[in-house]
DNA sequence: TCATAAGGTTTCCCGAATGATACTATGACA
DNA sequence: TGTCATAGTATCATTCGGGAAACCTTATGA
């Protein structure tokens, strides 16, 4: 994981719940509901089940995520979030939004130095 | 710069433009006013010239910082935020806010599992 | 003539994060 | 008897973020 410095402004534990290759991912679909393993597999694709595998247990090991395994064979592992997983939506919201209006910035300054050449 | 994962739901622009090792810490000073070089780099200690400049250049190519440059030597560059810059501040709001809440949530886990052993 | 300041750049290197691939366990079902 | 499904592990290879240290430029003042 990935460690940001800043003592004075409590900001690195969010960005140590987020940073990680797929974490925003997994979450997206999680705040979708309950899923089992091969449907988050199946959802995002390129991952591999090794790194859906380390990502799902940081998560839980922060009690962002909670895994319920039944006792069956074949395996059934479900996924969902914790109740106090839920509760970093507000960061996700803001994300989401600056995002979008990014996009658009992104898109004006193109569009300008279009014009300027 | 790392990647992540997620078309569907737009907050990846939002972690590129924060993560990174000290772009919390640059942005964080940048905040406060407008800093040369040299302040910078005395107020986050441990970071490298190289470190800051990279970091500085990207949060420069995504409109976040604005760098000026004064002709004279020795040189001076001062780094400020952008008009476009301060938008990021809900994010950072919302991750300090979640920040707060989730150290306190894991020192609670801590002193139930001191309780249960 | 030589050192100094300020803001870098360049080169080399390491370890962590991620990827590719193969292997495992176990009961149901054909 | 053999195959399949599911949810993983294990092992090895690769990539990439970051660190250390040296070098660069140029007007100025000692």
């Known amino acids: 994981m990935m460690k940001h410095d800043l003592e004075y402004c409590t900001v690195e534990p969010a960005l140590e719940v987020l940073t990680g290759k797929w974490k925003i991912s997994i979450l997206y679909f999680l705040f979708q509901g309950t899923k089992r393993f091969s449907e988050l597999q199946n959802s995002i694709p390129n991952i591999t089940k090794k790194m859906l595998t380390s990502q799902l247990r940081e998560l839980e090991e922060q009690d962002i995520v909670r895994r319920v395994v039944y006792p069956v064979v074949p395996p059934k592992v479900e996924y969902s979030l914790s109740e106090y997983g839920y509760s970093v939506e507000p960061i996700l919201r ?24």
Do not use: D, S
């Open 94 to 117: 803001a994300m989401h939004l600056w995002g979008m209006t990014h996009i658009k910035h992104i898109q004006l300054k193109r569009e300008i130095q279009k014009v300027q050449t």
